[in-house]
């Protein structure tokens, strides 16, 4: 399977556990600054590498409503100044090709979406920017079938590639972790991320917006190292109950020392365990 370079590090086997965290949603300035530099400190005490996390914009909302960001222009001006003042690689979302292309040239990793995990414009757009893409399995499609997402993505000569299980939709307003997807995705050569958050969601669980479980963060995301995963994704919150977007499912910042402490330790036996296979 191939290793993927971010910033000093690589994501895949052998290497340290690497791990996507941050606010879902750029609430402003000061507050995203002070949550990369927390979340640095935090990190910084355990061999688990940090890519900072925020979201310029949620498109996908519930509700015309909700609180969506600051919008691309100035969002990446904040995620440009935490890669810059404090030296830590950052990704976010991106929507369309265009989109792709701007984020491309201040971000270290781009992300797609889960549900626009199919749209061959917007991956083509984003191989062809050259940096890491870090594309959500879709809530409504196989594993098996992400093969073609990769291809796509590959056909631009871009093989810096991870994919990601956030769960599976197979009812209204839930989702299902079945973490045989992480050893079939990884069948692509691509290492697999796990998205602890996201599969914790009870989409549209609370009418206007989602609902969440957050108390079931810390199982499945040791479940997921267990069958194989590399990489993980958390969105986390100094406050989870004041955050503006996802509030029912960021993990705490308060509780992320004890569980980084967990996951390092199982992840070190687990690839303890494949060398020896």
């Known amino acids: 399977m191939n290793c993927v370079d ?23 300035e000061e507050h995203c600054f002070q949550a990369a530099e927390t979340l640095k400190s935090i990190f910084s005490l355990h061999d688990i590498r940090l890519v ?5 914009d949620k498109a996908n909302r519930s509700s015309i409503n909700s609180f969506r960001g600051p919008g691309i222009d100035e969002g990446l001006r ?3 100044r935490i890669r810059k003042e404090l030296g830590i690689p950052v990704v976010t979302d991106v929507h369309s090709p265009e989109e792709a292309t701007q984020a491309g040239e201040v971000v270290d990793v781009l992300q797609i979406p889960a549900f626009l995990c199919r749209q061959t414009d917007l991956l083509v757009a984003a191989g062809n920017t050259g940096k890491v893409i870090n594309v959500k399995k879709g809530q409504f499609m ?12 590959r056909s631009t000569g871009n093989e810096k590639i991870i994919l990601v299980d956030r769960g599976t939709s197979f009812g209204y307003n839930n ?13 692509t050569g691509c290492p697999v991320c796990f998205d602890a958050s996201h599969s914790v969601q009870l989409p549209g669980g609370l009418g206007a917006s989602s609902g969440g479980q957050r108390e079931f963060i810390p199982t499945l995301i040791k479940a997921a190292i267990a069958a194989g995963a590399n990489c993980l994704f958390m969105e986390a919150h100094p406050e989870p109950s004041k955050a503006l977007s996802d509030a029912a499912s960021v993990f705490p910042f308060k509780e992320l020392p004890t569980l980084l402490a967990q996951l390092q330790q199982l992840y070190e036996l687990i690839q303890t365990m494949e060398e020896r296979e």
Not at 6 to 17: E, M, Q, T, Y
Not at 52 to 56: E, M, Q
Not at 175 to 187: C, E, G, H, N, T
Request: hydrophobic share 50%; aromatic share 8%.
């Open 52 to 56: 900072f996390k925020a979201s310029y």
């Open 142 to 153: 196989a594993p098996w079938d992400m093969t073609h997402v990769v291809e796509k993505i």
């Open 78 to 80: 904040i995620l440009g």
């Open 6 to 28: 971010i910033a000093d590090f690589k994501v895949g086997p052998g290497r340290s556990l690497v791990m996507m965290c941050g606010p879902c949603i750029i609430e402003n």
């Open 175 to 187: 989702l299902v972790s079945d973490f045989r997807a992480i050893p079939i995705m990884k069948k």
